[in-house]
């Protein structure tokens, strides 16, 4: 029997565990630009100047760097029932967690996915007041909302058949003949709430948040660079080719890699067509050819299981490289 997914409208937040919540809270709040919607001794709640649910991201004090959830907002209350067949229905283990055990989140449903990682499922979100034209209070990189998460995963193709279960549109691919690399997905209407980056994994390889304008990116740039904080800067500025978007990647002080995102395109139409790169397009990963960083191909988040462990990682299934243009490795 086919089972009805639950109806996922977007990626809405994502929890990262933090070793030292003041400097976070710094790189974060201080540098770029996001609000503060709640917080304690332990946590902080944040989210960009467009956001309408209480908050993007979680930023959890606790021993050692890694991401703990990636939460997706559903349609309606009865997408927490079907969440909960479909991942028992996989096999996988799930958990009801209570309305307000989360600031902001009504009841939700957690489950540890098949690809490893720790996915939450909510409806119910306190609104925020948006600050949309609170220009006064912009700061940083101006960060918007969440836009997608990307994750690193040993079997691409495998990521791709689940999310697809799951509702997800496929908006792009890095391919040649006989390996799928990268693949971008969807269920607003962008080229992507989630994509897979191939990788030893399960682990996080980076939480991107949109931006209105490439202004904005190549401030935080500059912002940076005064503070002689370019270390930080890990890749870009520049323009992708897959998606189109506008980007920077950057270190946070843990290590956990934030992409500040803008201009990509609509997807939204039935039959949207799949634009396909061939993994020897030099374009692909960066439009104008530019080499990607060796860290942004090895390194990324350990993630946590239901109860907070670190998941055991898997090796890359996908040993493929091709050697093309500037990256030298690449994929
Ligand atoms: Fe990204």
């Known amino acids: 029997m086919e089972l009805t997914p639950p ?12 070793t030292d919540l003041a400097e976070a809270r710094r790189f974060y709040v201080d540098l770029l630009g996001f609000v503060v919607s709640a917080e304690s001794d332990t946590t902080l709640y944040l989210r960009g100047y467009d956001e309408l649910i209480h908050h993007n991201l979680i930023l959890r004090a606790g021993p050692e760097p890694a991401a703990a959830r990636l939460a ?9 029932g079907r969440a909960e067949a479909f991942f028992a229905a996989l096999g996988s283990r799930t958990a009801r967690v209570p309305a307000g055990d989360t600031p902001g989140v009504g009841e939700a449903v957690r489950a540890e996915d098949p690809l490893g990682f720790t996915v939450e499922f909510f409806f119910e979100a306190a609104h925020a007041e948006r600050l949309q034209q609170r220009y006064d209070l912009r700061r940083g990189a101006e960060p918007a909302r969440m836009d997608h998460f ?24 890095i391919e040649d003949e006989d390996t799928l690399y990268a693949a971008w997905m969807f269920r607003k209407q962008t080229v992507h709430d989630v994509a897979f980056t191939g ?34 800067i890990e890749r870009g500025p520049g323009r992708h080719g897959v998606s189109n978007a506008f980007y920077v990647y950057l270190r946070d002080p843990d290590g956990h890699r934030i992409e ?6 609509y997807t939204g139409d039935p ?58 490795f690449t994929r």
């Open 199 to 232: 990788g030893a994994g399960p682990r996080l390889h980076h939480l991107g948040f949109f931006a209105h304008e490439s202004y904005q990116v190549l401030r935080i740039c500059d912002i940076l660079g005064s503070l002689h904080a370019e270390a930080q």
């Open 7 to 18: 109806d996922i409208v977007r990626a809405a937040y994502a929890e990262l565990v933090v």
């Open 72 to 80: 997706y907002r559903v349609r309606a209350a009865a997408d927490l």
């Open 150 to 173: 990307n994750i690193t995963v040993p079997d691409v193709r495998a990521a791709r058949e689940y999310y697809a279960s799951l509702g997800f549109g496929l908006s792009e691919t």
């Open 260 to 265: 500040i995102y803008t201009s990509d395109y």
């Open 271 to 328: 039959g949207h067509p799949v634009l396909r790169w061939s993994v020897r397009d030099p374009r692909r990963r960066d439009f104008w050819g530019h080499p990607v960083v060796e860290s942004w191909y090895t390194e990324a988040s350990a993630v946590l299981d239901l109860d907070g462990r670190p998941r055991p990682l898997q090796a890359d299934k996908q040993a493929a490289e091709v050697i093309v243009g500037a990256d030298g």
